[in-house]
């Protein structure tokens, strides 16, 4: 049973986020939040697995909350899905500063609501799609690639691999089938990675293998 916390100041969206996430019987919500301060606490209280935090709310917005789960050592394993309306370029990358396990938009259809929960309990990151692409965009509209750009140089030839593969969005499961190795293989190369390449979490790594030029942006 996967345990999370619902920290939103929309009632009813917190009562529709409550139905949605308990419809398989995997998922359970353990406690609610009506803004970020309360959240924060009620996250300290009921250690849940996952927290899905709004952006925009009272006394302490969603990410400044974020950032306080994920400098506790006593939260080390709680993670935390971004869920809200906004896909405006700053919240993105404040959302990946802060330390977020994902982000999703408001408008995700409920069954990939309740795998992003399943694939962020289970320690994997995850960006919505539509988010991805907005990272990506801003990337390419950046600083063309360093030449000589040396952050990759400790990386085998087989580690490159897997981070283009996660630089063109692939999941774990997608990179083991692209890359022919097993699911368990795939995830040990992108810890490797994440190691190796001192990235916080997946979209870090995503940004890189663009600003490396690894990727190339369409």
């Known amino acids: 049973m996967i345990r999370i916390v619902l920290v939103d100041d929309q009632e009813?969206?917190?009562?529709?986020?409550?139905?949605?996430a308990e419809s398989d019987g995997d998922i359970e919500v353990v406690g609610e939040a009506a803004d970020g301060r309360t959240g924060v606490s009620r996250v300290r209280e009921l250690r849940p697995d996952v927290v899905l935090m709004d952006v925009r709310m009272p006394r302490l917005d969603g990410l400044a909350a974020?950032?306080?789960?994920?400098?506790?050592?006593?939260?080390?394993?709680?993670?935390?899905?971004?869920?809200?309306?906004?896909?405006?370029?700053?919240?993105?990358?404040?959302?990946?500063?802060?330390?977020?396990?994902?982000?999703?938009?408001?408008?995700?259809?409920?069954?990939?609501?309740?795998?992003?929960?399943?694939?962020?309990?289970?320690?994997?990151?995850?960006?919505?799609?539509?988010?991805?692409?907005?990272?990506?965009?801003?990337?390419?509209?950046?600083?063309?690639?360093?030449?000589g750009d040396d952050r990759l140089a400790g990386l085998t030839e087989r580690e490159r691999e897997v981070l283009q593969q996660l630089g063109r969005g692939l999941t774990n499961d997608e990179i083991a089938r692209e890359l022919y190795l097993s699911p368990a293989t795939a995830r040990t190369y992108v810890s490797r990675l994440l190691a190796k390449l001192g990235a916080r979490d997946r979209a870090a790594l995503v940004i890189l293998a663009y600003e490396t030029g690894l990727v190339r942006a369409p």
């Open 66 to 147: 974020t950032r306080e789960i994920v400098a506790d050592p006593a939260l080390a394993d709680v993670r935390v899905l971004i869920l809200t309306t906004f896909d405006e370029d700053e919240h993105v990358f404040d959302a990946i500063r802060s330390g977020a396990a994902g982000y999703l938009l408001k408008d995700v259809a409920p069954a990939e609501l309740r795998r992003a929960v399943r694939v962020v309990a289970a320690g994997e990151a995850l960006l919505d799609p539509g988010v991805t692409a907005t990272v990506l965009r801003a990337v390419a509209a950046g600083p063309a690639p360093r030449s």
């Open 12 to 20: 009813l969206v917190r009562a529709g986020l409550r139905a949605l």
